[in-house]
């Protein structure tokens, strides 16, 4: 559905606006008076062809606007026609063409400004428990004296472990070696404390504040990712340096093998204190109570035929083996729990060891450019649009 065509007197009321033409200035040039160009303006009068001729002269350019005005539209009626878009972006493609690689060019210099990341992985696999099968006697044993085995089935989120302030304390205050071989800390690397604002302000900065923001910086370039089905965990790093990048992913599988495996044989090894310090207790109760017996025998060596002698040899004796059934249980536990240290040593299965990688991860060149020439082309087309 095309639109209805402009009148006369509407065309020089749009005329008049856009050049920003007050109505008495154009009235008195063409010779009329304000109320008569009101009128042309609304349509109420026709204009005769010396006025229009006069206003031709006095604005040349009167027609060559009432042509522009005519050309095809790209939204009529809240529809576009594709086809005047894409003739008028055809027409004006030059120009789109020098804006989109001048837009490259420029995103592709900004890639060189930014500093460059290296990505390095480890991959991890947690032990399985299934693995101390052969020691399942040891626990039937146990079992069938009455005694209680330590619960195996404490588990840890290991991405929580591998994201904790624990983790990246520890990974902040060491040092790390460089590609080139130096030496250098995370917050000397980051450049933390060598700010502009950091020297004005030297005595009054906090170390806690800058030990923080590295704290926050090392998190941030922690990823983890853990198959649900597989079980497989992936550890990635991003850092500046690929050999420090690579040394932080297998200190992180260190550190968190070491926290699950201290967390976990924490509590056999206070089971095994206490069991060693009581068994030292029992034994020498046991040989206490066993010198009596023995004193007992030797002074009294036909208490069988007094009947109050006997029942003294019978509480003895009776001590002897109730100390020594404790004595023997102890002892099983100890082993026991000796065994329960054993099963959880075992944490992590490191499948792949992170290495230095070789190349970097970011700033990616090629998404600069095509981002850059993405949004070129964009902004010359809507110009070309807004122009058009």
Do not use: C
């Not at 050049?19 to 009128?39: C, F, P």
């Not at 404790?326 to 099983?332: H, N």
């Amino acid at each position: 559905m095309q639109t209805k065509k402009k009148s006369l007197g509407q065309k020089i009321k749009r005329y008049r606006l856009i050049n920003d033409i007050r109505q008495e200035d154009m009235a008195e040039k063409m010779g009329v008076s304000r109320a008569t160009l009101i009128n042309y303006e609304k349509g109420h009068t026709a204009i005769n062809i010396d006025i229009l001729n006069r206003l031709k002269n006095i604005f040349p350019n009167f027609d060559s606007f009432n042509e522009e005005n005519t050309k095809p539209q790209i939204l009529t009626n809240n529809t576009i026609d594709f086809k005047v878009l894409y003739k008028a972006l055809f027409d004006q493609r030059k120009y789109i063409f020098l804006i989109t690689i001048l837009f490259g060019i420029i995103g592709t210099s900004l890639s060189f400004s930014f500093k460059k990341y290296y990505k390095s992985e480890i991959s991890l696999y947690p032990a399985k428990n299934e693995s101390f099968n052969n020691l399942g006697q040891f626990q039937s044993l146990a079992a069938n004296l009455g005694m209680n085995t330590a619960d195996n089935g404490q588990s840890f989120n290991i991405p929580d472990v591998v994201k904790s302030r624990l983790i990246a304390t520890k990974a902040v205050n060491n040092i790390w070696i460089t590609e080139n071989g130096d030496s250098t800390s995370l917050i000397d690397l980051w450049k933390l404390d060598h700010s502009f604002w950091s020297k004005k302000n030297q005595d009054k900065i906090d170390p806690n504040i800058i030990r923080e923001k590295a704290i926050k910086n090392f998190l941030s370039r922690i990823s983890i990712s853990e198959d649900r089905i597989t079980r497989l965990i992936k550890i990635s790093t991003n850092f500046q340096d690929p050999l420090i990048s690579a040394n932080i992913a297998n200190f992180i599988g260190q550190e968190v093998e070491k926290y699950i495996q201290k967390e976990n044989s924490a509590q056999s090894k206070k089971e095994k204190l206490f069991i060693g310090e009581r068994l030292l207790v029992v034994k020498s109760e046991l040989e206490s109570a066993e010198n009596k017996l023995k004193q007992f025998k030797e002074r009294n060596r036909g208490y069988d035929g007094s009947p109050e002698l006997f029942m003294i040899f019978s509480r003895l004796n009776r001590e002897v083996e109730a100390k020594k059934e404790v004595y023997v249980t102890l002892q099983q536990q100890l082993e026991l729990a000796r065994i329960e240290e054993v099963k959880q040593s075992p944490i992590l299965h490191v499948l792949d060891k992170a290495v230095p990688p070789i190349k970097k991860s970011s700033p990616n060149r090629l998404s600069f450019l095509f981002l850059s020439l993405l949004f070129g082309f964009i902004f010359s087309s809507i110009r070309t649009i807004n122009r058009y």
